[in-house]
């Protein structure tokens, strides 16, 4: 589990006085709102502690003024950079919701105790997400709903799946 989670992604700078355009990478852009740090990953690998002044929303992105860059040229070189919260700064999450960044490589197996392979990556779709998992014969798409997720173990690495009649057959296709 890493200890840092990515909230957005800056895309571009805003006007002349510091303010950047953020594409959010979090489930719900309002928690910016509640916001008061982050840590920003420059293109030389170092994090750069941030605080944030101010947010407003405009379209798809969020309008982020940091604190103490108060010019265009003070931002402008962290424009295609990642910001990141502490998991203490993350949001709370409901029974049964998980980061993204904490499931991605743990083993799925099915609750008949078959290997699957590791999970690669999640799809976002408008019903549910989908987990993509790598294994020997190519990718499998399982469904992230209660009918195929057993169990989610993070500590042990697991997580253990229903898989569904013809699932597998829908995948080859």
């Keep these: ?18 303010e950047v355009k953020v594409f ?3 489930d719900d852009p ?20 941030l605080e944030i002044e101010r947010v407003r929303y405009f379209k798809n992105l969020v309008i982020v003024k940091f604190k103490n860059y108060d010019h265009i040229n003070d ?18 999450l ?5 980061f993204v960044a904490d499931l991605i490589g743990l083993t799925a197996k099915t ?14 779709t408008g019903a549910n997400d989908v987990y993509v998992i790598d294994t020997k014969e190519g990718e499998l798409l ?11 173990d993070l500590e042990a690495g697991v997580m253990t799946l229903h898989l569904l009649p013809g ?3 829908l995948n080859k296709k």
């Design 1 to 18: 589990m890493e200890n840092l989670l990515q909230v957005g992604a800056i895309l571009d700078t805003h006007g002349l006085r510091g």
């Design 24 to 26: 959010p990478t979090t």
């Design 30 to 49: 309002s928690r910016y709102d509640d916001l008061e740090e982050v840590e920003l990953l420059t293109k030389e690998g170092n994090y750069l502690h």
């Design 75 to 92: 931002i402008e070189q962290y424009k295609k950079c990642n910001l990141y919260v502490t998991r203490e700064n993350a949001v709370e």
């Design 94 to 98: 409901e029974a049964d919701e998980y």
């Design 111 to 124: 609750d008949e105790g078959e290997e699957l392979g590791q999970i690669k990556d999640v799809l976002t």
């Design 142 to 152: 399982v469904p992230a709903i209660h009918d195929c997720v057993q169990e989610v």
């Design 167 to 169: 699932l597998r057959d």
